[in-house]
């Protein structure tokens, strides 16, 4: 089975600075993909950024980047230059096409970005 | 750009009741999916459903509940006697075929009393 483990229910940014959210999992799969999706206060689950796990390379998003250690399973989610707009929810989540496409989710971490 | 929704935002409903949540997916979209998120606690998932039939559910998804594509739009999920702890935030979502990004509307949450 697959795990998806958030250890921060709750994280607080000064505006301008950088923050770092993150997130373990357990597989056993060789295979898969890890996300990073924000939820605002509106409820919208909205992808931020993706990592294919055969890719060694971090993938980054503007001011998004991650922190992917594959032996680790860890997959941390650096948001740079935090703006009043980061404020919400974000959700770490692991998905395997050999379990069906289904996404498997973390608790949450609670961002707020402090002005 | 293109948006999965999802009606009603909110459901009221007693116990023992049928309700039927509604979701219009992204259009060139193949995969779809229901997940719920009671409050506090993980989103889950509950189903996914493609050339019309299930393709895989999870130990929640029991005979309470279905799901149906009833037209070339709507994607509805039902519960069919509902109980106080189905009360969550349910989640649509829908993917292209080979992608593997979903894209979550932004639910409905259902309360029963």
């Known amino acids: 089975a697959q795990t998806v483990t958030q250890s921060q229910p709750e994280m607080s940014v000064q505006e301008a600075e950088t923050v770092t959210l993150s997130c373990t999992y357990d597989?056993?799969?060789?295979?898969?993909?890890l996300f990073w999706y924000k939820q605002p206060p509106s409820r919208q689950m909205i992808l931020v950024i993706r990592q294919e796990a055969y890719k060694q390379q971090n993938a980054t998003e503007n001011r998004f980047s991650v922190n992917f250690q594959k032996a680790a399973k860890s997959f941390s989610l650096k948001i740079s230059d935090s703006q009043l707009g980061d404020t919400a929810m974000y959700f770490c989540a692991f998905m395997s096409r050999n379990t069906g496409n289904q996404f498997y989710f973390g608790t949450g971490t609670s961002l707020t970005v402090i002005p | 750009e293109p948006e999965v929704t999802q009606t009603p935002s909110h459901q009221v409903t007693q116990m023992g009741q049928e309700v039927i949540l509604r979701c219009v997916p992204i259009?060139?979209?193949?995969?779809f999916y229901w997940y719920r998120q009671i409050l506090g606690q993980k989103v889950e998932f509950l189903v996914s459903f493609y050339n019309n039939e299930i393709s895989e559910k999870s130990e929640i998804f029991d005979d309470q509940f279905s799901v149906e594509r009833p037209d070339g739009s709507n994607f509805t999920l039902k519960i069919r006697s509902t109980k106080l702890e189905d009360s969550a935030m349910y989640f649509c979502?829908?993917?292209?075929?080979?992608?593997?990004?979903?894209?979550f509307g932004p639910g409905t949450r259902l309360t029963v009393t």
């Open positions: 259009s060139n979209h193949l995969y």
């Open positions: 979502a829908s993917s292209e075929v080979l992608s593997y990004e979903q894209y």
């Open positions: 597989t056993s799969e060789s295979n898969y993909y």
